[in-house]
């Protein structure tokens, strides 16, 4: 029963692939978590697999008002992390990304009625060219006063933000910085000299990215965030801040309470870190647990049973029973809590064919 609901579970959260890496060597638990959902468009059933019936987005905030949880920016939530601080039980954070028009004229009034803060990863190039699906400087000046908060999604929305197989290292790092820096700076102009500066925050495009542009944006000083599902907590990898996608096909009322109510899956560290697929398909992923996982149940994107070899109580080795086709896949591993919960991990794969 319990391998039939966490199969359930994959197939209510398969959206978008996930990857974490190496988590800090001691987990403090006591430091609570927090739980971060990302949104795209609002009330647009021409991009289903990006869009949000506006009815479901309206069940999301009344569950969150109803049940008291602390709706938190995403800043404020990585700030905690980074000052050692504790969260408060049940906290969510709500973000966005793209600035589609919709987010102004439709999901903005409804969070704003509830008072709810929240943070939209911003493309620039879109905006300043007054794209007529795009928000606009002035719509953000006025969210902003109102709970609204901007952060860095890149200028141009590039297809990759990894290397090219003909691209330079040189030309690479030349592209990403510029798509980072030139957003960074429209944003500052626009929105204010402090606009995400505390911390910096970046969502990658289409949320892929390597260890290389991991630690480009470690060395610019951002956090990185992706569009996977996870739960955040101390032991996050701030190049790779995992979110629960939202949709009309995986924002249904139960699966939106199944996910702002996940734990994070005490992970020590994973190998290999980066998620490009080399020549080994399907890859092998080795996790270390920072202590033993009762009924840990591990899928693929498609909610395929993987084969799971465990080196010990605390170590497992985990491989899909078929080849991974691209251009994304998912490893995922789930647990049942003793409160009805469950706890959750995901590492993204990229396969380039």
Same mark, same amino acid.
């Given at each position: 029963?319990?391998?039939?609901?966490?199969?359930?579970?994959?197939?209510l959260?398969?959206?978008?692939v996930?990857?974490?890496?190496? #988590?800090k060597?001691?987990l403090?638990?006591?430091?609570?978590?927090? &739980?971060?959902?990302?949104?795209?468009?609002?009330?647009?059933?021409k991009?289903?697999?990006?869009?949000?019936?506006?009815?479901?987005?309206?069940?999301?905030l009344q569950?969150?008002?109803?049940?008291?949880?602390?709706?938190?920016?995403?800043?404020?939530?990585?700030?905690?992390?980074?000052?050692?601080?504790?969260?408060?039980?049940?906290?969510?954070a709500?973000?966005?990304?793209?600035?589609?028009?919709?987010?102004?004229?439709?999901?903005?009034?409804?969070?704003?009625?509830?008072k709810?803060?929240?943070?939209?990863?911003?493309?620039?190039?879109?905006?300043? &060219?007054?794209?007529?699906?795009?928000?606009?400087?002035?719509?953000?000046?006025?969210?902003?006063?109102?709970?609204?908060?901007?952060?860095?999604h890149?200028?141009n929305h590039?297809?990759?933000? #990894?290397?090219?197989?003909?691209?330079?290292?040189?030309d690479?790092?030349?592209?990403?910085?510029?798509? +980072?820096?030139?957003?960074?700076?429209?944003?500052?102009?626009?929105?204010?000299?402090?606009t995400? #500066?505390?911390?910096?925050?970046?969502?990658?495009?289409?949320?892929?990215?390597?260890?290389?542009?991991?630690?480009?944006?470690?060395?610019?000083?951002?956090?990185?965030?992706?569009?996977?599902?996870?739960?955040?907590?101390?032991?996050?990898?701030?190049?790779?801040?995992?979110?629960?996608?939202?949709?009309? +096909?995986?924002?249904?009322?139960?699966?939106?309470?199944?996910? &702002?109510?996940?734990?994070?899956?005490?992970?020590?560290? +994973?190998?290999?870190?980066?998620?490009?697929?080399?020549?080994?398909?399907?890859?092998?992923?080795?996790?270390?647990?920072?202590?033993? +996982?009762?009924?840990?149940?591990?899928? #693929?994107?498609n909610?395929?049973?993987?084969?799971?070899?465990?080196?010990?109580?605390?170590?497992?080795?985990?491989?899909?029973?078929?080849k991974l086709?691209?251009?994304?896949?998912?490893?995922?591993?789930?647990?049942?809590?003793?409160?009805?919960?469950?706890?959750?991990?995901?590492?993204?794969?990229?396969?380039?064919?």
């Amino acid at each position: 029963m319990r391998r039939v609901i966490s199969l359930l579970i994959y197939l209510l959260v398969s959206n978008v692939v996930v990857f974490a890496t190496d #988590t800090k060597e001691s987990l403090d638990e006591n430091l609570g978590h927090a &739980v971060v959902l990302t949104y795209h468009r609002f009330g647009n059933s021409k991009y289903k697999s990006t869009n949000i019936k506006l009815e479901q987005f309206e069940q999301h905030l009344q569950y969150l008002q109803d049940n008291n949880y602390t709706v938190w920016p995403l800043s404020k939530v990585i700030s905690t992390i980074l000052e050692g601080k504790k969260f408060p039980p049940k906290t969510v954070a709500i973000t966005v990304d793209d600035a589609y028009k919709t987010t102004y004229t439709n999901a903005y009034p409804r969070l704003k009625a509830k008072k709810f803060p929240f943070t939209v990863f911003v493309s620039t190039h879109s905006v300043d &060219v007054k794209s007529k699906n795009y928000m606009s400087w002035d719509n953000m000046r006025e969210m902003s006063l109102n709970g609204g908060e901007f952060a860095n999604h890149s200028l141009n929305h590039p297809a990759y933000m #990894t290397r090219g197989d003909s691209e330079s290292r040189e030309d690479w790092e030349r592209r990403a910085r510029k798509e +980072i820096e030139k957003a960074q700076t429209r944003l500052q102009k626009e929105l204010g000299a402090t606009t995400n #500066t505390q911390p910096k925050l970046f969502s990658y495009p289409f949320g892929e990215y390597n260890q290389e542009v991991a630690d480009l944006l470690k060395e610019l000083d951002y956090v990185g965030v992706v569009q996977t599902s996870g739960v955040v907590d101390a032991s996050s990898d701030l190049r790779a801040v995992p979110r629960f996608p939202m949709s009309e +096909i995986f924002g249904t009322k139960k699966g939106f309470i199944l996910k &702002v109510n996940t734990l994070p899956l005490a992970v020590k560290s +994973i190998t290999p870190r980066d998620p490009l697929v080399g020549l080994q398909n399907p890859p092998l992923l080795n996790i270390k647990l920072q202590h033993p +996982i009762i009924n840990l149940g591990c899928f #693929t994107a498609n909610g395929d049973k993987m084969d799971m070899e465990w080196v010990s109580k605390t170590e497992l080795n985990i491989k899909a029973k078929s080849k991974l086709k691209g251009p994304r896949d998912r490893y995922t591993c789930t647990a049942p809590a003793k409160d009805g919960r469950w706890y959750w991990y995901s590492h993204l794969w990229i396969i380039k064919e």
